[in-house]
């Protein structure tokens, strides 16, 4: 019955009989012979053959369930014998949003490859709801992420984030605040850590860069403002948490950023930095695996350098 998986899941893959013949260094028709025997075999027919390009059936998409099914069985029975032969090639495929993957990533892969310079590292930028169904239907080993479905993953904490409003410096609504502002300095030195908060409240004229829906950053700054009794006058919404510092960098808002954003850029004096307090002040970011996933020790190694990385 699955003999000829890999044809037929390259047929799927391609959407082509010519392309999957040229990837499989096999002729045209030998591949629709191939096909047509298969289909003979299991009364059924698996690809509609009138599209471009080439659509599964009902029964072609259950098909091509099942191939997964048993790539998904063979690839853990392959990481088996790679622990076996002590993991001295593998790969380790993580993913994240971009500002982990450009912040906080890159400590952990360097001091990874010193150990194990023979293991890949494969990197998948997304954001949180796309990287949540890679890590579910296991297209990836581990997940940099701050929220899971605790019922389908296991988190480990990795480090945890102080959220700051960051403003533009020449917005007078610094003038009386002089006691409560932060700098970059005093964040790269996490003197912040003991400064007291403010209310996100005194900056509720704004504007505000605020991120997108969906996004934790942006959940957390519509309680914390929620809290204080008002609604963030948004001047641009984005996607991207380094965007969003970005902007109010060059004087257009305020935005809630992150200690580890601010200590991750390069200094700046234009602009002031302020903490804020509240639970949803401080997030925490985690590297999770799928719940009852085989991990072999290349991915267990990996989860254990980012937790000493960032211990």
């Given at each position: 019955m699955f003999q000829?998986?890999?044809?037929i899941?390259e047929i799927?893959?391609?959407?082509s009989?010519?392309?999957?013949a040229r990837n499989l260094?096999?002729s045209?028709?030998?591949l629709?012979?191939?096909?047509k025997?298969v289909?003979?075999?299991l009364n059924v027919?698996?690809f509609?053959r009138?599209t471009?390009?080439?659509s599964?059936t009902?029964e072609g998409?259950?098909y091509?369930?099942?191939i997964?099914?048993l790539y998904?069985?063979?690839?853990n029975?392959?990481?088996?014998?790679?622990?076996?032969?002590?993991?001295?090639?593998?790969?380790?495929?993580?993913s994240s949003?971009?500002?982990?993957?450009?912040?906080?990533?890159?400590?952990?892969?360097?001091?990874?490859a010193?150990?194990?310079?023979?293991?890949?590292?494969d990197v998948?930028?997304s954001n949180?709801?796309?990287?949540?169904?890679l890590l579910?239907?296991?297209k990836?080993?581990?997940l940099?992420d701050?929220?899971?479905?605790?019922?389908?993953?296991?988190?480990l904490p990795l480090?945890?984030?102080?959220?700051?409003l960051?403003?533009?410096?020449?917005?007078?609504?610094n003038?009386p605040?002089?006691?409560?502002?932060?700098?970059?300095e005093?964040?790269?030195?996490?003197?912040?850590?003991d400064?007291?908060?403010v209310?996100?409240?005194l900056?509720?004229n704004?504007p505000?860069v605020?991120?997108?829906?969906?996004n934790?950053m942006?959940t957390?700054?519509?309680?914390?403002c929620q809290?204080?009794?008002?609604?963030?006058r948004a001047v641009?919404?984005?996607?991207?948490?380094?965007?969003?510092?970005?902007?109010a960098?060059s004087?257009m808002?305020v935005?809630f950023v992150?200690d580890?954003?601010?200590?991750a850029?390069?200094?700046t004096d234009r602009?002031?930095f302020y903490?804020?307090g509240?639970?949803?002040?401080k997030?925490?970011?985690?590297?999770?695996h799928k719940k009852?996933r085989?991990?072999?020790?290349?991915v267990?190694s990996f989860?254990?350098?980012a937790?000493s990385?960032?211990?």
């Open positions: 000829y998986a890999d044809y899941y799927y893959k391609t959407g009989f010519t392309a999957a260094f096999i045209q028709p030998a629709s012979a191939t096909v025997k289909e003979q075999a027919q698996l509609d009138q471009s390009p080439l599964l009902p998409e259950a091509i369930r099942a997964e099914e998904r069985t063979r690839r029975f392959e990481n088996y014998l790679a622990d076996v032969a002590a993991v001295r090639v593998g790969s380790v495929s993580v949003a971009m500002f982990t993957s450009s912040f906080v990533l890159p400590k952990i892969i360097t001091k990874f010193g150990t194990h310079p023979h293991v890949r590292v998948t930028e949180s709801k796309e990287l949540e169904a579910i239907n296991e990836t080993d581990l940099l701050y929220n899971f479905d605790d019922s389908t993953t296991i988190k480090l945890q984030e102080q959220v700051l960051a403003v533009p410096a020449d917005f007078s609504v003038d605040l002089h006691d409560f502002v932060l700098t970059a005093d964040i790269r030195t996490d003197r912040h850590l400064s007291p908060t209310s996100p409240k900056f509720e704004g505000f605020l991120l997108k829906n969906g934790d942006r957390r700054a519509d309680v914390l809290e204080h009794g008002f609604a963030p641009m919404l984005l996607d991207q948490l380094l965007t969003s510092y970005n902007v960098h004087g808002g935005a992150t580890t954003l601010v200590k850029v390069p200094a602009l002031c903490k804020v509240g639970d949803a002040a997030r925490t970011l985690y590297i999770a009852n085989y991990l072999n020790r290349a267990q989860i254990e350098t937790i990385v960032y211990a």
